[in-house]
């Protein structure tokens, strides 16, 4: 009986085991989907910084890789500023939908990317042309101002 009920344990945590890992799966690919969607803000990663905008690792012209321009905000969950551009940056992602990216980097989970650039201020926000430098703003912005910047990038 002892066998018989530890065998059930055992396929019963296998299970659960399986079921964890397969939605952790689900869960990852409906992130990856929706960072390609038109319309939405973009979390990105250093190896997305690299493959997406500019591969800094290996040149130290600036040369964005992008086939839109882009808004880029470095950005902390714990702050303030940054939590009221994050509504303003969502609202403009669907209003420019298919003309601009919109990216958030949060500096806390990658710091080795904002130390790269120096960032030693959040909300810091870049406005990508197509060509030529970003063009860099340090603290919150209105969505006023926001649009200011991107009619210019366009």
């Known amino acids: 009986m002892k066998k018989v009920l530890a065998m059930v344990a055992f396929v019963m945590i296998g299970v659960i085991v399986y079921a964890f890992n397969d939605e952790n799966r689900i869960n990852v690919d409906q992130q990856s989907k929706k960072e390609v969607k038109s319309g939405e803000v973009i979390v990105m990663n250093k190896e997305m910084f690299i493959k997406d905008v500019f591969d800094y690792e290996k040149s130290e012209e600036w040369k964005y890789k ?79 101002q926001l649009k200011g910047y991107i009619d210019k990038v366009l």
């Open 66 to 144: 992008g086939d839109k321009p882009a808004i880029i905000d470095l950005y902390a969950d714990w702050c303030g500023p940054c939590k009221m551009v994050a509504p303003i940056l969502e609202e403009l992602s669907k209003e420019y939908a298919g003309k601009i990216y919109i990216y958030k980097v949060n500096v806390d989970k990658e710091p080795e990317l904002a130390r790269d650039f120096g960032i030693q201020s959040i909300p810091t926000i870049w406005f990508v042309p197509m060509k030529g430098e970003p063009q860099v703003n340090m603290g919150a912005l209105s969505k006023e």
